[in-house]
């Protein structure tokens, strides 16, 4: 066999691009950034940037989430706290003409955070929004008005992977505060899935699933009307039985 021969094999470079999805006015929403530089300037794009060479792929995810956005992300094993954010490894993106720069492989991470305030630009990126996934999907339909890159399909999958979750895993609380009520967990649900549901239906099955949600102790009144029962994120990861997306 021959001895590996490194110099044999055309350097790439390694990114993370960040989906990151919020509910904000009772709609998903992903952060977008303006790209202040070639290539694709002027377009919007999910946050991200280069690996550096003393980085692991969570490392650079974590550090490009704070740089361009001013989030900060914790153990994804835990549901979102305060102001901090889920996040986990989505997919890999290859394709060889992905990036006109050079061969770029992307490794595209997911973000789920409660109702956040505007966030802050940095980097290559000048300026970063929260905007409608419904709107940012359609516009990249047309190819001079849609996400650089090929970050309409990143986006596509964050999306498709967050609404596939949370059929049978806790993760939607990560779009809640730390104390929530049901009505707010079930407008997380309707955002994410684009569906209504039921109230009575919806109740009594996220309060029926072992280890969903622990009573909080209070109540409130900040959705108008009678208080309602703060509750928090149980135990649990997996939910048994799921919580099955209605067919639309």
Not at 73 to 82: E, L, M, N, T, Y
Not at 88 to 114: C, F, I, N
Not at 139 to 157: K, T
């Amino acid at each position: 066999m021959s001895p590996y021969d490194p110099s044999a094999f055309p350097p790439f470079a390694v990114t993370v691009d960040l989906v990151v999805l919020t509910v904000r006015r009772h709609a998903l929403c992903a952060l977008v950034v303006r790209r202040g530089e070639q290539p694709f300037q002027g377009r919007w794009a999910l946050p991200g940037g280069f690996v550096r060479g003393e980085e692991d792929l969570a490392a650079a995810a974590a550090r490009e989430l704070s740089e361009e956005t001013g989030l900060c992300a914790h153990d994804p094993g835990v549901p979102g706290v305060g102001n901090g954010a889920h996040l986990e490894q989505l997919a890999t993106y290859g394709d060889p003409k992905r990036d006109p720069r050079m061969r770029v492989v992307s490794v595209a991470h997911l973000v789920l955070a409660p109702d956040l305030p505007a966030p802050r630009a940095g980097g290559d990126a000048n300026s970063a929004r929260w905007a409608p996934v419904d709107e940012l999907l359609a516009a990249g339909e047309q190819a001079s008005a849609g996400l650089a890159f090929d970050h309409a399909r990143i986006l596509a999958d964050g999306v498709e992977r967050a609404r596939s979750k949370i059929e049978y895993s806790s993760l939607a609380t990560a779009f809640c505060p730390p104390e929530f009520t049901v009505g707010e967990l079930r407008r997380v649900y309707e955002a994410v899935w684009g569906v209504a549901l039921d109230p009575r239906n919806f109740h009594r099955k996220v309060t029926g699933t072992p280890g969903f949600l622990v009573p909080a102790g209070g109540t409130t009144t900040r959705q108008g009307g009678r208080p309602a029962q703060l509750f928090r994120a149980g135990g649990a990861t997996l939910l048994n039985p799921p919580m099955l997306r209605p067919e639309v």
